[in-house]
């Protein structure tokens, strides 16, 4: 079954770190760009932040530059998105996406290949 799967969100209080995971089965990531976007309640979607299929180009949305990092690890199938001084403007449900390229940051408007269900990252005190 091909499927992206994320993991770890949760709860936590303005100014910590959630470290967001997204583990590829069924298929290879090798190949592909992949993407982080989110959505909060009564919003649209919004693209956090990208890395090529290589790992040699990141793109980060304004809002999270800084603060942000994607990686990615081919050998265990796996896209992290570390997120560090976190704000409640955050707060949204955080999906992994599988995309043929990131489109020099433009990866949002495109569609993608494959998608996850989602985390919720809730940022709080």
């Known amino acids: 079954q091909v499927q992206l799967v994320e993991s770890g969100g949760g709860l936590v209080q303005p100014g910590g770190s959630l470290r967001l995971s997204c583990v590829a089965s069924?298929?290879?990531?090798?190949?592909?760009?992949l993407a982080w976007l989110r959505q909060a309640p009564g919003k649209g979607r919004e693209g956090v932040s990208c890395?090529?299929?290589?790992?040699?180009?990141?793109y980060y949305g304004d809002a999270v530059k800084g603060r942000f990092t994607i990686s990615r690890d081919n050998a265990k199938n796996t896209v992290y998105l570390q997120m560090n001084s976190l704000k409640p403007e955050d707060t949204a449900v955080y999906s992994c996406?599988?995309?043929?390229?990131?489109?020099?940051?433009?990866?949002?408007?495109?569609?993608?290949?494959?998608w996850g269900q989602g985390t919720q990252v809730t940022v709080s005190s």
């Open positions: 890395i090529s299929s290589s790992g040699g180009a990141t």
């Open positions: 069924g298929f290879t990531l090798d190949y592909y760009s």
């Open positions: 996406v599988a995309t043929a390229s990131c489109y020099e940051g433009s990866y949002y408007l495109y569609d993608f290949e494959y």
